[in-house]
């Protein structure tokens, strides 16, 4: 058995988890700082730093406890080095490197963004070659994987990332934070063609979502209250749904990939599952909604497969995208 304990704190979850074999979560502690970030209508780097400097070493405690693994069981320490929020990622390298140097075991630096494509090998049997569309608060992708770490952006925004676009759409909309859980919610029950939201017209496999947005903004301060919440969640979630799907699909084709994997928080959203399932001609991963948002088992996960002893990085992947 090969496992590693990992931790992640990139932004306001403080996450540790043993993962056996990158597939098998032995533990897994989440220790989420939402309701602290509630009453600022998102999250505040200096307060999340903060959080997670007082409870990082409890959870760690937590999810060595619950695996039932000795230190010495282990194969190494992950954590997640980037990208995120500066003062939080420290706290959790900081964290990481003292259990490596106390246990005298190897210190692996993960991609955040990586991490989260790794999430669908746990209780899996997805492999590589494969499209992967990652769609989080902070980014939105289209990567290419030909193998388990070696990856290449094909596309991806040119200004708000997908998870951005929800949050400040729910804020026009009156719904707090975070956005995408309830805009999703509101637009199960709404009318998704109320409302002619533009998809926004960028060549190739990349996005832009602030017209979007804009364009939700002007319908908003057109309309009389109350607001139509569930057509106008319905209408642009549609908008937002149809691009990631129809250049997914078209990334997929064009790469003759096998399989297309959805990652990040976003990945969460029934409509865009369920698109997906719908159109796709080959198999969609998706991962479990427990390990969606950022969490550490997905990090033990790319750990596994993508991982080796090294100073702190950026990872294994390459941002560096593909020039068409």
Same mark, same amino acid.
């Given at each position: 058995?090969?496992?590693?304990?990992?931790?992640?704190?990139?932004?306001?979850?403080?996450?540790? %988890?043993?993962?056996?074999?990158?597939?098998?979560?032995?533990?897994? &502690?989440?220790?989420?700082?939402?309701? &602290?970030?509630?009453?600022?209508? *998102?999250?505040?780097?200096?307060?999340?730093?903060?959080?997670?400097? +007082?409870?990082?070493?409890?959870?760690?405690?937590?999810?060595?406890?619950?695996?039932? =693994?000795?230190?010495? +069981?282990?194969?190494?320490?992950?954590?997640?080095?980037?990208?995120? #929020?500066?003062?939080? =990622? =420290?706290?959790?390298?900081?964290?990481?490197?003292? /259990?490596?140097?106390?246990?005298?075991?190897?210190?692996?630096? &993960?991609?955040?963004?990586?991490?989260?494509?790794?999430?669908?090998?746990?209780?899996?049997?997805? +492999?590589?070659?494969?499209?992967? =569309?990652?769609?989080?608060?902070?980014?939105? $992708?289209?990567?290419? @994987?030909?193998? /388990?770490? $070696? *990856?290449?952006?094909?596309?991806?925004?040119?200004?708000?990332?997908?998870?951005?676009? /929800?949050?400040? &759409?729910?804020?026009?909309?009156?719904?707090?934070?975070?956005?995408?859980?309830?805009?999703? $919610?509101?637009? $199960?029950?709404?009318?998704?063609? !109320?409302?002619?939201?533009?998809?926004?017209?960028?060549?190739? /496999?990349?996005?832009?979502?602030? *017209?979007?947005?804009?364009?939700?903004?002007?319908?908003?301060e057109k309309l009389s209250a109350p607001l139509p919440q569930e057509d106008l969640a319905a209408s642009f979630q549609e908008a937002v749904t149809k691009v990631l799907v129809k250049k997914t699909l078209a990334a997929c084709k064009e790469f003759n990939a096998p399989r297309i994997v959805l990652?990040?928080?976003?990945?969460?959203?029934?409509?865009?599952?369920?698109?997906?399932? +719908? #159109?796709?001609?080959?198999?969609?991963?998706?991962?479990?909604?427990?390990?969606?948002?950022?969490?550490? %088992?997905?990090? !033990?996960?790319?750990?596994? @497969?993508? *991982?080796?002893?090294?100073?702190?990085?950026?990872?294994?992947?390459?941002?560096?995208?593909?020039?068409?």
């Amino acid at each position: 058995m090969n496992a590693y304990l990992a931790v992640e704190t990139s932004c306001d979850e403080t996450a540790a %988890a043993v993962v056996a074999d990158g597939r098998r979560v032995l533990s897994d &502690v989440v220790l989420s700082q939402i309701e &602290v970030h509630q009453q600022f209508g *998102g999250v505040v780097p200096e307060v999340a730093a903060r959080q997670h400097l +007082e409870t990082v070493n409890g959870v760690i405690e937590q999810a060595l406890n619950e695996s039932g =693994l000795a230190p010495k +069981e282990l194969a190494g320490i992950a954590f997640t080095a980037g990208p995120g #929020l500066i003062g939080t =990622l =420290l706290t959790g390298a900081s964290a990481a490197k003292a /259990y490596s140097w106390a246990f005298d075991l190897p210190l692996i630096a &993960v991609d955040h963004l990586l991490a989260h494509v790794c999430a669908n090998y746990i209780d899996s049997d997805l +492999e590589p070659p494969f499209i992967a =569309l990652l769609v989080s608060g902070g980014h939105t $992708q289209i990567i290419h @994987f030909s193998s /388990y770490s $070696q *990856g290449q952006i094909i596309g991806q925004t040119i200004d708000d990332a997908s998870g951005e676009a /929800y949050d400040k &759409v729910a804020r026009l909309l009156g719904l707090g934070y975070p956005g995408g859980p309830a805009i999703d $919610q509101l637009a $199960q029950s709404g009318n998704p063609k !109320a409302f002619a939201f533009p998809e926004g017209s960028v060549a190739g /496999y990349d996005f832009s979502f602030s *017209g979007l947005k804009t364009s939700v903004l002007r319908t908003v301060e057109k309309l009389s209250a109350p607001l139509p919440q569930e057509d106008l969640a319905a209408s642009f979630q549609e908008a937002v749904t149809k691009v990631l799907v129809k250049k997914t699909l078209a990334a997929c084709k064009e790469f003759n990939a096998p399989r297309i994997v959805l990652a990040g928080g976003v990945a969460a959203n029934k409509t865009l599952r369920r698109k997906f399932a +719908e #159109l796709s001609p080959v198999p969609v991963y998706s991962p479990a909604l427990s390990v969606c948002t950022d969490n550490a %088992a997905m990090v !033990a996960a790319a750990a596994h @497969f993508c *991982g080796k002893p090294a100073q702190l990085s950026e990872g294994v992947y390459s941002r560096q995208r593909i020039r068409r």
